[in-house]
């Protein structure tokens, strides 16, 4: 499978803009829909949303399992689960 890639801003104004395979998606929960662009990671086991997603779609988080999530560049990130 083939993506464009879209050119993005680096958070540092100082660096170059950087191409990225973003797809535009819908995530849908129990109280609303929201389209995001979401980035593709072919070697995710999980995908990854903001916090502020999950609420304003209303999925409830309160009681959620959380784990660990780390990456190549050895950083360490805490998630509610949600199917």
């Known amino acids: 499978m083939k993506f464009s890639y879209l050119k993005l801003p680096s958070y ?6 950087t191409a990225r395979p973003y797809i ?3 995530l849908a929960g129990p109280r609303a829909s929201q389209e ?3 980035l593709i990671d072919s070697g995710a086991d999980r995908s990854l949303f903001n916090i502020q997603i999950a609420e304003k779609i ?3 988080l309160a ?3 959380e784990e660990n999530f780390g ?3 050895g950083g360490n990130l ?3 689960l949600h199917k």
Not at 12 to 17: A, F, I, T
């Open 63 to 65: 009681e959620a399992s």
């Open 36 to 38: 995001v662009y979401a």
């Open 71 to 73: 990456g190549i560049e």
């Open 12 to 17: 540092n104004p100082g660096l170059k803009w």
């Open 78 to 80: 805490k998630a509610k």
């Open 24 to 26: 535009r998606i819908r």
């Open 58 to 60: 209303g999925l409830n």
